[in-house]
Each structure stands twice: as structure tokens, then as C-alpha cells.
């Protein structure tokens, strides 16, 4: 069974920096693109970053861009998202997704986690 699990959500205060893990289990994760998305309560659900799984080809969204980085470990079968400079608008659940190529909606994406939460407040 192809499975996605994510960890290291928390609260955080603002500056602060967590690293998300996303493990995937049932499948070999580096011939996937992995995507981070994020949904903040009465929000739709927005595409942070993702990592390709030919050249490791990274993307980010324009309001995490410089603060957030995007890595692969494939003998770990994990990808992580690195989140420093955390800011109060970048509280929202977390999910990854894995799908053959990186893709902009979350429609493109066939597995998805359950998701982290992620709180940044003082």
C-alpha cells in the first residue's frame, strides 16, 4: 500500500524554523516528484514547493521562495522541507503529495499524506 507520512509540525514562533519529513512507505520514492502544499483555515489549499524526481529540479512558491528549500533523501525515502524565517501567514496544515512529474495543482498529484500542522505565533 503506497503510503505518505508527515512529521515535524509544531508551534513555532515567528523567525523560528521547522523541518518537515515526508516518509513514504509501499513505494520507492525517488522515481516521484514530490510536492509540499499547505491549507490555512478558510483557505483554499496552495502549492508551496516541489522537488522533481529526474535531476532534482526544485520550485517554489513566490511567497516562500528564499525562506523554504526543498531536499530529497532517497536512501531514507524521505523528502524534507526546510522552513526558516517563519512568518504568522505561514501557519496552515501541511501535506505532500507524489506524483511522476512535478505539477502546480493539487489535482495533478494522485497520493497525498494526512498532513502536519504548523503554528507560528508568539
Known amino acids: 500500500q503506497l503510503q505518505l507520512v508527515e512529521s515535524g509540525g509544531g508551534l513555532v514562533q515567528p523567525g523560528g524554523s521547522l523541518r518537515l519529513s515526508c516518509a513514504a512507505s509501499?513505494?520507492?520514492?525517488?522515481?516521484?516528484?514530490i510536492g509540499w502544499f499547505r491549507q490555512a483555515p478558510g483557505k483554499e489549499r496552495e502549492g508551496v514547493s516541489c522537488?522533481?524526481?529526474?535531476?532534482?529540479?526544485?520550485y517554489y512558491s513566490d511567497s516562500v521562495k528564499g525562506r523554504f528549500t526543498i531536499s530529497r533523501d532517497n536512501t531514507k525515502n524521505t523528502v524534507y522541507l526546510q522552513m526558516n524565517a517563519l512568518k504568522p501567514e505561514d501557519t496552515a496544515v501541511y501535506f505532500c503529495?507524489?506524483?511522476?512529474?512535478?505539477?502546480?495543482?493539487?489535482?495533478?498529484?494522485?497520493?497525498w499524506g494526512q498532513g502536519t500542522q504548523v503554528t507560528v505565533s508568539s
Open positions: 509501499g513505494f520507492t520514492l525517488d522515481v516521484y516528484a
Open positions: 522537488i522533481s524526481s529526474s535531476d532534482g529540479s526544485t
Open positions: 503529495a507524489a506524483d511522476l512529474v512535478c505539477g502546480s495543482s493539487e489535482d495533478w498529484y494522485d497520493y
